[in-house]
């Protein structure tokens, strides 16, 4: 069975930056479906931030549009969102999914 792996979070200061990893166990896995990062503040609902489809089509909502940034490495089978211009707002555990499968999350904290 496939799992998700994701790395990178931690604490930065508003307008700092973070590059978020999500690494499958399965080969060609990350190119073969459509890759999402989420989010989930404390004590809020799973929001989803950004998107990739196989064809490397692109998505994101307007909250993080021209910050955030999704891409993929194939020949590591790793996905990543680049996070710039963080803002106290962005702080959640992150999430990546790809083919139904959910990573276990990774912690985002911006604050002074």
């Known amino acids: 069975q496939v799992q998700l792996v994701e790395s990178g979070g931690g604490v930065v200061q508003p307008g700092g930056s973070l590059r978020l990893s999500c690494a499958a166990t399965?080969?060609?896995?990350?190119?073969?479906?459509?890759m999402r990062w989420y989010r989930q503040p404390a004590g809020k609902q799973r929001e989803l931030v950004a998107s990739?489809?196989?064809?490397?089509?692109?998505s994101y909502p307007d909250s993080v549009k021209g910050r955030f940034t999704i891409s993929r490495d194939s020949a590591k089978n790793t996905g990543y969102l680049q996070m710039n211009s963080l803002k106290p707002e962005d702080t959640a555990v992150y999430y990546c999914?790809?083919?139904?499968?959910w990573g276990q999350g990774t912690s985002v904290t911006v604050s002074e």
């Open positions: 399965r080969s060609i896995f990350i190119s073969t479906y459509v």
């Open positions: 999914n790809a083919g139904g499968t």
């Open positions: 990739m489809t196989p064809g490397g089509t692109t």
